[in-house]
């Protein structure tokens, strides 16, 4: 089954700590990977996916497909990053549905 | 390019009536997306819709809920004889042709009293 999982709810860091926030996957082809990052009263955006190997704002995550893990990591946390993240899959094909695991609320303290 | 755009943000419905959810796709985008959020889970997929067609339609249950997205207007995702159990927020994305980027609005949310 296609199931995305983030095992933590609430993240919560003081400012210029390091971030991680865990999602594991189970999927049986090659997925692709995102997160997604929604801010207080914003709507849903994507901030990375792993096929880009970008950094975005500081973010970086690493597909892991023998652990089946997309963490999401950054060095130092800043308060403006304080949001809910979703980590999601997409089996790609003629359909580009996404799925979502139920999110974590990464919480920075000043 | 205003984004993609939903309306209403919020309806609040008693139940057995209907609920008619609105998403305008972003300019150039002929994919729509409709997900669903219930308190405390994370966005499920409902369906994909190309223009007239219903591509995938795998998340939908299978009554009272339909989809569609005409040559012209909006996207509509329609709930007939809402009960409690719909009060969710949905979500709508829409996406250009042959790219995978799904941009979302800003969500409906549905209350059924």
């Known amino acids: 089954a296609q199931r995305v999982t983030q095992p933590e709810k609430l993240l919560s860091v003081f400012k210029g700590a390091p971030v991680e926030l865990k999602c594991n996957y189970s999927?049986?082809?090659?997925?692709?990977l995102f997160w997604y990052v929604q801010y207080s009263r914003q709507r849903l955006q994507l901030l990375l996916r792993h096929i880009s190997r970008e950094s975005i704002k500081g973010f970086t995550a690493d597909l892991n497909k023998g652990e089946t893990s997309f963490h999401l990591k950054k060095p130092f946390a800043q308060e403006e990053d304080s949001a809910m993240y979703y980590c999601a899959l997409s089996g790609g094909g003629a359909t580009n549905k996404l799925i979502f695991g139920t999110g974590t609320l990464l919480a920075v303290q000043p | 390019n205003a984004g993609v755009m939903q309306n209403p943000r919020h309806l609040v419905r008693r139940r057995g009536q209907e609920a008619r959810l609105r998403c305008s796709p972003m300019k150039g985008h002929s994919h729509v997306y409709w997900y669903r959020q219930l308190p405390e889970e994370g966005l499920k997929f409902m369906v994909y819709?190309?223009?007239?067609?219903?591509?995938?339609e795998s998340g939908m249950p299978k009554e009272r809920f339909s989809a569609e997205f005409p040559k012209e207007g909006p996207s509509i995702l329609r709930i007939q004889q809402v009960v409690r159990g719909d009060s969710a927020a949905y979500f709508c994305a829409s996406s250009p042709p042959s790219i995978d980027e799904q941009y979302f609005g800003p969500g409906t949310r549905l209350t059924v009293t």
């Open positions: 819709l190309q223009k007239e067609n219903i591509i995938d």
């Open positions: 999927y049986s082809g090659s997925p692709e």
